[in-house]
């Protein structure tokens, strides 16, 4: 068995790659002063550079956990995120409401995708 670890830090790698999937830590907002649509789509920009990066896309997402700082951005998350995925290529998925790292930070979002 290959793991491969895409930028590996002391903590974290960003992305772990085994037995033929990705799986990401968890990707969160570049720009923090922005509302949870914002944030939402700054995030799975991020992951869609990463699928790409991989050899992967969103067509290939099959499990996905979305951290939401609260519940009161479900619906504005959910338009970006219903958006954002390939058509009849929805994951498995999880969204729970967590206390995030950065009290700026409305939402992170996990992923494991097939490469």
């Known amino acids: ?14 992305a772990v790659i085994v037995n033929g999937l990705m799986f990401c830590s968890g990707m969160v ?8 649509r914002e944030q939402t789509r700054d995030v799975l920009a991020q992951i869609e550079r ?20 609260s519940l009161d951005d479900y619906a504005a998350m959910n ?9 009849g290529c929805a994951p498995a998925r999880a969204t729970v409401e967590a206390k995030l790292a950065s009290p ?12």
């Open 1 to 14: 068995m290959t793991i491969e670890r895409i930028d590996p830090e002391t903590r974290y790698s960003e």
């Open 104 to 115: 700026d930070w409305k939402v992170e979002i996990k992923v494991v995708a097939a490469v």
């Open 79 to 87: 338009e970006v995120w219903d958006a954002w995925l390939a058509p």
């Open 29 to 36: 907002p570049e720009v923090e002063s922005a509302d949870a």
């Open 50 to 69: 990463l699928l790409t990066r991989v050899g992967s896309d969103k067509s290939k997402l099959v499990d996905a956990t979305i951290y939401l700082a």
